[in-house]
């Protein structure tokens, strides 16, 4: 805690990453997020510094390989300002300044936009990548859906560069964008198959994460590590070791009269409160307070069964949320009943009635 403190004991390890920080990423910090977060943005930086460097690059490739290192650059500083609000502004692999200042979260959000903005004249459509057989590879339709989660937590008054309805018409848009030019998406039916193992890179999944077991490339912090089943359950789901975060308010969202979800919701079937045991037995989820249920759409990956690093893939952006997304917009926009009519093609696909103006 004294200025003259200085790295290397085994205690020392995170005081040496902030103090050894460097602009390009810091290597070794203990929490998750923030240092993959770095390294990414740095390797974003890299191939659009380097890109007129790569000798015979069509410019297809060019093209490709410039939205892409643009649109990961937009997604790691919009998960950096959601977690962090304002973070440093790096926009080169070679920069050394030895100290550098947070920006604002306006300024964060101003890059992300302008990245996901270049993006979307750069990618491939969407089925374009999935021909490819690559869903971790980001499409015009995927920067399209990020644009509209940007701005739909974005109040873009408050820096003074719009209003309020330009904020929820720029979310609307953007929406369009997709829903007008789908290149393939759509609801995938039933509601569980979309996290199907045998049904991946499905037609819901505007973008999403590959997470395989065969390469090693499994999903360490934002997925895997979260599920939790428990050990004794007779048909497990999701992984057998976990952190046990991946639970729901059982009050809120289970339990009736109170419960958000009616009884024939289909999304509903994808929480417990109780379970069969492997002896026959019926057990309550261990969670006293608050009361919780856990989540269970994801199933157990059989190529890893006692790992919580399994192979499902991670939806990140799918197309239920573009629609509810636009529904969003258009209640703001005073579009009571486009809203109305969006919402519904989310009921219909969750075994529920239509909602009336």
Request: aromatic share 12%; charged share 20%.
């Amino acid at each position: 805690t004294t200025d003259y403190f200085i790295g290397g004991a085994s205690n020392a390890g995170q005081y040496s990453n902030f103090s050894q920080w460097r602009t390009s990423y810091p290597t070794t910090f203990s929490w998750a997020i923030w240092s993959p977060m770095w390294q990414s943005i740095y390797y974003s930086n890299l191939v659009l510094e380097r890109l007129d460097r790569i000798p015979n690059l069509t410019e297809t490739d060019k093209k490709r390989y410039e939205g892409q290192a643009r649109f990961f650059r937009a997604l790691n500083y919009y998960v950096a300002q959601n977690n962090f609000g304002g973070v440093p502004i790096v926009t080169s692999a070679d920069d050394n300044r030895k100290e550098i200042l947070r920006s604002s979260r306006e300024d964060v959000r101003k890059l992300v936009e302008a990245d996901l903005i270049a993006a979307v004249a750069l990618l491939p459509s969407r089925a374009d990548v999935k021909a490819e057989g690559q869903l971790s590879r980001p499409s015009k339709q995927a920067a399209y859906g990020l644009l509209a989660r940007l701005y739909i937590n974005w109040t873009p008054e408050a820096d003074g560069t719009g209003t309020l309805t330009d904020r929820w018409q720029k979310v609307s848009d953007a929406c369009d964008a997709v829903i007008n030019d789908p290149s393939g998406l759509g609801l995938e039916s039933p509601y569980s198959r979309i996290f199907a193992l045998d049904n991946e890179n499905n037609k819901e999944i505007v973008y999403g994460i590959e997470h395989s077991n065969a390469s090693n490339q499994t999903g360490v912090f934002w997925l895997n590590t979260y599920f939790f089943t428990p050990k004794d359950i007779d048909v497990p789901t999701a992984s057998l070791i976990g952190w046990g975060d991946w639970k729901v308010s059982r009050d809120v969202f289970y339990v009736n009269p109170d419960s958000k979800f009616d009884d024939a919701d289909e999304r509903k079937k994808q929480l417990y409160i109780s379970y069969k045991t492997k002896s026959g037995t019926t057990k309550n989820i261990p969670f006293s307070f608050p009361a919780s249920a856990l989540v269970k759409k994801y199933p157990l990956d059989p190529n890893n069964l006692n790992n919580p690093t399994a192979g499902n893939d991670q939806p990140i952006i799918r197309y239920a949320d573009i629609i509810l997304m636009k529904a969003e917009a258009q209640n703001h926009l005073g579009n009571l009943g486009d809203a109305i009519t969006l919402v519904n093609q989310i009921r219909a696909r969750a075994g529920l009635g239509s909602l009336t103006p």
